[in-house]
């Protein structure tokens, strides 16, 4: 069994920084690509931003060059921290990660989600 938590979501006004947390733990193996993704309200998911085992990144548009996506691979965690926060960033946010489990299977895994929110 394998659980993916997210934590760091919030309340911030415009132009406000959070930073989100996601820890995956259980049977793990290894964990391969991480990724964030997020759904607005009446909208349906999107992805936010990746990064591979390897290191390699990928942001959707509207968000380069305002959020950042990092991983601990110690402690299979991965960040994303979110500058310059705009109302259209309101949204539930979600890890995903694909992960190879002590039995040998390679399952992607998503978090139950956490409420960012973007208010003056």
């Known amino acids: 069994q394998v659980q993916l938590v997210e934590s760091g979501g919030g309340l911030v006004q415009p132009g406000g920084s959070l930073r989100l947390s996601c820890a995956a733990s259980g049977s793990i193996f290894s964990v391969n690509a991480m990724a964030w993704y997020r759904q607005p309200p009446g909208k349906q998911r999107e992805l936010v931003a990746t990064?591979?085992?390897?290191?390699?990144?990928n942001y959707a548009d509207s968000v380069k060059g305002r959020f950042t996506i990092s991983r601990d691979n110690a402690k299979n965690t991965v960040y994303l921290q979110m500058n310059n926060l705009k109302p259209e960033d309101t949204a539930v946010y979600y890890c995903n990660g694909q992960i190879l489990t002590t039995t040998s299977v390679l399952i992607t895994y998503w978090g139950q989600g956490t409420q960012v929110t973007v208010s003056p």
């Open positions: 990064l591979s085992s390897r290191g390699n990144l």
